[in-house]
């Protein structure tokens, strides 16, 4: 279904809560796919996540507040900020946190009831966060690199990863063998943990702004092309000296990719509205979404990998199930 007519600024974060696909928008909404709209932050909402105990979308604004809003309309102040911009989210439900950006600060919580239980300091503003399979590694990316902790220990300083530039995004492997970062400079930087080997993974014809590891760590999907870019980690060398595969070429560029939880399948979103679903070894790709001319901002999956949400720039949600 589409849930369309709730929302008029773009779609800037989607997430399934208790099985109920929830959207936020730029103009501070929450609707849910049955067409439910909550007027939530007093200004855009820029990130969005599902509450770990899946009870909730998390959302974080430039109004400096954060939010827990339930698919039925309980919205719950959890932090304000006071005009402090919440730039990006994190949530494990293995581990059981949620960590916001919020200036120079990852501000860690294990509970949603009571104050946040730790603030990690980095050198410059936060712009990406992203846990590891358990959600106990925490990688963040800011300029000049990216800092990687174990979130649960309030005594860990961090491990710096230093690349000079703009790193405007951040992924880790599944199991934090890898970090991987967007540059500003239409290019991706990478590191092997166990050495802090550099990678640099280029030929990107604009910015990175999606990426999305394999369940397992074996390929990091990626926007930026007419298409997704998918490099190789496996072996020990991962990426170093291997091209990568360019799944699903269509005449738009992709905006956003998305792993299935459970398979290969590869769910990329473009900029002419268009949704694919593509294997990294296997037949063709199928269209989900035929093309609206809305970028695609959003894609996120259900739990048990049956159903897919997309938002688009239009302020459209559409879900449905795996083609």
């Known amino acids: 279904m589409n849930a369309e007519d709730a929302i ?12 109920v696909a929830m959207a936020a928008s730029g103009e501070g909404m929450v609707i849910t796919e049955a067409g439910a709209a909550f007027k939530v932050h007093d200004g855009a909402v820029l990130c969005a996540v599902v509450a770990p105990d899946g009870s909730a979308l998390i959302t974080g604004g430039d109004d400096g507040k954060l939010f827990a809003t339930s698919p039925e309309g309980a919205i719950r102040l ?10 990006c989210l994190a949530s494990s439900v293995d581990s059981g946190v949620v960590v916001a950006a919020v200036g120079k600060e990852a501000i860690v919580w294990t509970d949603l009831a009571a104050p946040p239980t730790t603030r990690l300091p980095h050198p410059s503003t936060v712009s990406g966060l992203a846990l590891d399979a358990r959600g106990r590694r925490l990688a963040a990316s800011h300029y000049g690199g990216a800092t990687l902790r174990y979130v649960l220990a309030k005594d860990d300083k961090g ?19 890898y970090v991987v970062t967007a540059m500003q400079e239409h290019g991706l930087h990478g590191w092997r943990l166990s050495d802090k080997k550099d990678l640099r993974m280029a030929g990107y014809a604009m910015k ?3 990426m999305s590891f394999e369940r397992k760590g074996r390929a990091l999907a990626t926007s930026g092309a007419d298409c997704a870019v998918v490099w190789p980690f496996v072996g020990k060398d991962g990426p170093m000296g ?3 595969a360019l799944l699903a070429p269509r005449p738009a560029a992709s905006t956003v990719v998305a ?13 002419d509205g268009a949704v694919l679903l593509a294997n990294l070894e296997g037949p063709p790709a199928t269209v989900w979404a035929a093309p609206s001319g809305r970028p695609i ?4 999956w259900s739990s048990d990998g049956k159903r897919l949400a997309a938002g688009d720039e239009g302020g459209a949600l559409t879900v449905g199930p795996l083609a």
């Open 159 to 177: 491990s710096v990863l230093k690349w000079a530039g703009s790193h405007i995004g951040i992924a880790i492997a599944p199991d934090a063998s």
């Open 242 to 244: 291997k091209p990568p």
């Open 259 to 271: 792993f299935h939880p459970h398979s290969d399948v590869l769910a990329i979103g473009y900029a």
């Open 208 to 210: 990175t702004r999606s």
């Open 78 to 87: 959890i932090a304000d900020f006071r005009g402090k911009w919440v730039n």
């Open 297 to 300: 901002a959003c894609l996120v």
């Open 8 to 19: 008029l600024a773009p779609v800037t974060g989607a997430a399934f809560v208790s099985g």
